[in-house]
């Protein structure tokens, strides 16, 4: 299709009482600020008049320039410069080309409204044309399995879900996780994400958790979250939010990895145990996976050095230090 | 799982030029066959079948033989792969393979010969270095034999060079071309195994643990020496137990004189496999256990439940047969010393001590 061969527009100042300012059929908007906008028009005005399209009432679609209109709108401007297409001139495939290059051209897609943008083009290409030429120009690779988790990800999450992802409040994959729990569910895991306003990594790690913890005890994420474990931390007084966050997240941890979680507060006995010089700190290596221990000791001059060492191996009991577990052989 | 498990071949421009594809074909008599171009059929790895009925002819433009990619901060076995072709029909739930490919179908590489010839001429150059060699890394050896037929060509190649050991690793019983072919010098045919409960559960295309060890004392029983793979071994209500019953199997039915090695490999992955294994098989358990992140950055248990794990088959096993050639996959120094009370040290050490299996077996 060449667009150009059908894009002649006429361009006449439309008042905005003729325009449905509704998203429309062909806006990709989702979770936009509208401030830049605003100032922007206040700067230098409008530099790339709006395009719609006249229906045969005489009113007006948007096909570009929604979010202008939005802005015009809130600095009550009552009317604009548009470029103005005939409906009978262009098809819905080229009102929407129209659209999606006019934004191409001047910004990224966030993540759902790229989802936005494939489920659009479901109804009008083929899914092939989808695959091999849209997600492309989307970034995005041409694999089915993405473009199926792209529509889903439009269909099935919930507003206040879209919003957190399409702001970079929340990332894919933590969207994806959320798409793997059912509706409920996830609204739930929402709610906890909301209520202790947790970052990127703590949300992720938050549904890993409660997948993971609720597959152990064989019972639904549903079940799981009913349990007065999670209200108990959320409702804890004199407990600011990330003290919250950190009981909650100490408690997941307990269930999630308890040979773990034991070894490393014996560990930690053991140290507190010994007594070491201020300045002087033993510290394991990362789930003990590395067969080093490691020793740091804080020092102002090789006297003070020497002291602490000498105090350090006269020190009973550091034979102690090492794995918290019983050895096999 | 019969020959019809393949509803469709799918051949890469100029495949049929070789002598493999053509005789891979008339195994197949009968199964619609197309052309593809190089590439053309994309997947993510998470897409549901991966292809699994769909065989792919295509020549291979890498290496046929490449050294095990291990890691230096465990000890590996010093393995050198010989690499046919990828993916596997078996559908395993804890299969690596769904995050390592992200190609799909099951794909053979026909132009074995040139490939071949190459390995041979890389391998008769050193003679006094040994080769144990693999082809059960990125499929499962047998799987596809009836149709790929690989072991009768792969025998005779083998068995007369006096630097290798060819290992070929099974979940399968498909012997058949193995036990048609009259050569047994140089080969080891391995089963991998785990515990009843695991095999049902998580490895439910592959054949169950009484028959695959079958399988394998008919092997044995007509000449071959067998070697086994607990890999890998997974924590699961009742382990201790379910592992101790696939060793009664192992009592039954084996000659330990006859086991040239056991390896023993806790499960481990890297972080991606999780949400595939998650998508691809929702009821399985293997993602139930408590994985950290190894100095490898894959995911594997928590260093005293795999101690656990092996103390617990090293001790059984050692009761079953004092020389079993046993040995950890992938594991470190002081795990191998707290579980086995030796240790080879590094790479080199274990691949000695193997090497020195593969002699005192084929001399
Ligand atoms: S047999 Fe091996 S290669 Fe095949 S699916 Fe199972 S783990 Fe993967």
């Known amino acids: 299709m060449n667009i150009e061969n059908d894009l002649t527009s006429i361009q006449y100042t439309v008042d905005f009482v003729d325009i449905d300012d509704s998203p429309g059929p062909f806006c990709m908007s989702f979770g936009f600020e509208l401030e830049p906008l605003i100032q922007s ?75 936005m943008v494939l489920s659009r083009l479901t109804s009008l290409v083929s899914q092939d044309q989808i695959l091999n030429r849209y997600m492309p120009l989307l970034g995005l690779p041409s694999h089915s399995e993405k473009f199926f988790f792209y529509l889903r990800l439009e269909k099935e999450l919930e507003k206040e879900i879209k919003i957190h992802l399409a702001q970079g409040r929340m990332s894919l994959q933590v969207a ?68 919250k966050v950190k009981a909650l997240f100490h408690s997941l941890r307990v269930l999630r990895f308890p040979t773990l979680v034991r070894a490393e507060e014996n560990f930690s006995k053991n140290v507190t145990r010994l007594g070491l010089t201020k300045g002087v700190k033993v510290s394991a290596p990362p789930y003990f996976e590395s067969p080093h221990f490691r020793l740091e000791i804080l020092f102002r001059n090789g006297t003070e050095l020497k002291e602490k060492l000498r105090i350090l191996t006269k020190k009973e009991g550091l034979e102690v230090l090492g794995n918290p577990w019983k050895e096999r052989v | 799982m019969s020959k019809g498990f393949i509803k469709k071949v799918t051949m890469e421009e100029g495949a049929l030029q070789y002598d493999f594809s053509r005789k891979i074909l008339k195994n197949l008599r009968g199964t619609p066959v197309t052309e593809r171009q190089p590439g053309g059929e994309k997947t993510g790895p998470n897409d549901s079948t991966m292809g699994k009925d769909i065989l792919h002819l295509l020549p291979y433009k890498g290496e046929f033989l490449k050294p095990c990619p291990g890691t230096t901060d465990y000890i590996c076995c010093g393995y050198q792969i010989l690499n046919l072709g990828t993916n596997c029909p078996l559908d395993c739930t804890y299969c690596i393979l769904q995050s390592y490919i992200n190609q799909p179908n099951l794909r053979v590489f026909v132009n074995l010969d040139v490939g ?25 050896s047998l799987a596809m034999d009836p149709i790929t037929r690989l072991s009768e060509h792969l025998l005779p190649l083998f068995s007369r060079r006096r ?67 607990f890999d890998p071994l997974i924590h699961h209500p009742g382990w201790k137990d379910e592992y101790l019953k696939t060793l009664d199997l192992m009592d039954k039915y084996i000659d330990p004189k006859g086991v040239i090695w056991i390896s023993l490999g806790s499960i481990r992955f890297m972080p991606g496999l999780k949400p595939i294994i998650r998508k691809r098989h929702p009821n399985s358990r293997v993602l139930d256990g408590e994985f950290v992140t190894g100095l490898d950055g894959k995911m594997r248990y928590f260093k005293p439940i795999r101690i656990d794990q092996f103390g617990h088959l090293r001790e059984n096993l050692e009761k079953w047969h004092s020389s079993l050639g046993l040995y950890l996959c992938m594991e470190s120094d002081d795990v191998w010393e707290s579980t086995m009370g030796w240790s080879p040290g590094e790479t080199a050490g274990l691949s000695r001590y193997l090497d020195k299996r593969v002699v005192e077996f084929f001399g």
């Not at chain 1, 938050?206 to 019972?219: C, V, W």
């Not at chain 2, 979940?171 to 080969?187: M, N």
Request: glycine share 6%; aromatic share 8%; charged share 30%.
């Open chain 1, 176 to 243: 994806r996780l959320l798409l793997e729990i059912g509706r409920g569910d996830r609204n739930r895991v929402f709610e906890l994400i909301s209520a202790l306003n947790l970052n990127i990594n703590y949300q992720k790690q938050l549904i890993d958790y409660i997948i993971d913890i609720s597959n152990i005890k064989r019972i639904p994420v549903s079940t799981f979250l009913a349990e007065n474990f999670f209200s108990d931390i959320l409702q804890k007084e004199g407990f600011n939010k990330p003290q």
């Open chain 2, 163 to 229: 630097n290798v050991a060819l290992e070929l690793k099974t979940k399968t019983t498909r012997v058949e071309g193995l036990l048609a072919s009259k050569y047994r010098d140089r080969v080891v045919l391995s089963w991998s195994l785990n515990s009843p409960y695991i095999a049902r559960h998580e490895e439910k295309m592959a054949e169950n643990l009484d028959k695959r060890l079958k399988a394998a004392r008919r092997c044995q029983s007509e000449g071959f020496i067998l070697g086994f793979h």
């Open chain 1, 41 to 115: 028009i206040q700067n230098v005005g409008m530099v790339n008049p709006p395009l719609l399209i006249q229906k045969k009432s005489g009113t007006y679609t948007i096909i570009a320039g929604y979010r202008r209109i939005r802005a015009l709108k809130f600095l009550d401007i009552k009317k604009t410069p548009c470029r103005i297409l005939s409906e009978s001139r262009v098809s819905e495939l080229e009102c929407f080309r129209l659209n999606l290059h006019d934004n191409l051209a001047t910004r990224v897609f966030n993540e759902v409204e790229k989802g």
């Open chain 2, 116 to 140: 071949l010839k190459q390995v041979f001429q890389q391998i008769d150059k050193q003679p006094d270095k040994i080769f144990r060699i693999g082809t059960g890394e990125f499929t499962d």
